[in-house]
T-cell receptor
Framework: KAGVTQTPRYLIKTRGQQVTLSCSPI?????VSWYQQTPGQGLQFLFE???????NKGNFPGRFSGRQFSNSRSEMNVSTLELGDSALYLC????????????FGEGSWLTVV | QKEVEQNSGPLSVPEGAIASLNCTYS??????FFWYRQYSGKSPELIMF????GDKEDGRFTAQLNKASQYVSLLIRDSQPSDSATYLC????????FGAGTILRVKS
């Protein structure tokens, strides 16, 4: 059974650019959530999607957005990149909201220069 | 007060010993509690989850939950050098909130 797949794995962007990250959840999982991990702030919740609807959002500026498609695949977008956006972006999937099996993908390493 | 608190460590234990990792949380409405292991440069790996008071065992791992004290712990028996990693406690209410993690070092 395939795990959570995130693409791209590594990317370098310039300040002011935008970036789109993709996440394919485990087959049959309908809930997808996104997290940002940095050495200083640890793992922070960005947002959660279920059935194509954003169910919850963390304390991030509006430059961070996401969406979920009918096949449960999800994308997140960061516009007007700042140096502080350099981080590991993690996607997690679970069968539905509040499930006890939440699995992470390998993450997308974003460097903003 | 942070929502989920863990001792950052490092916690050093000799090979074969029991490692005890602790976590406290502030939201009494939290429903599920997770332990993830994260190796340097890798993503978090789910070790165990628990949602009822008491103990839950899985192989060398035992999770313990005390909702009255808002406390959750992870015991690792027969610790191995390969267990050396950062252990993240996470709590789910309406979102998954992580602690900062405890660095565990198992010395051979």
């Amino acid at each position: 059974k395939a795990g959570v797949t995130q693409t791209p794995r590594y990317l370098i962007k310039t300040r002011g650019q935008q970036v789109t990250l993709s996440c394919s959840p485990i087959s049959g999982h309908r809930s997808v959530s996104w997290y940002q991990q940095t050495p200083g702030q640890g793992l922070q919740f960005l947002f959660e999607y279920f059935s194509e609807t954003q169910r919850n959002k963390g304390n991030f500026p509006g430059r961070f957005s996401g969406r979920q498609f009918s096949n449960s695949r999800s994308e997140m977008n960061v516009s007007t990149l700042e140096l502080g956006d350099s981080a590991l972006y993690l996607c997690a999937s679970s069968p539905s909201r509040g499930e006890n099996t939440i699995y992470f993908g390998e993450g997308s390493w974003l460097t903003v220069v | 007060q942070k929502e989920v608190e863990q001792n950052s460590g490092p916690l050093s234990v000799p090979e074969g010993a029991i490692a005890s990792l602790n976590c406290t949380y502030s939201d009494r409405g939290s429903q599920s509690f997770f332990w993830y292991r994260q190796y340097s440069g890798k993503s978090p790996e789910l070790i165990m989850f628990i949602y009822s008071n008491g103990d839950k065992e899985d192989g060398r791992f035992t999770a313990q939950l005390n909702k009255a004290s808002q406390y959750v712990s992870l015991l690792i028996r027969d610790s191995q050098p390969s267990d050396s990693a950062t252990y993240l406690c996470a709590v789910y209410g309406n979102k998954l909130v992580f602690g900062a993690g405890t660095i565990l070092r198992v010395k051979s």
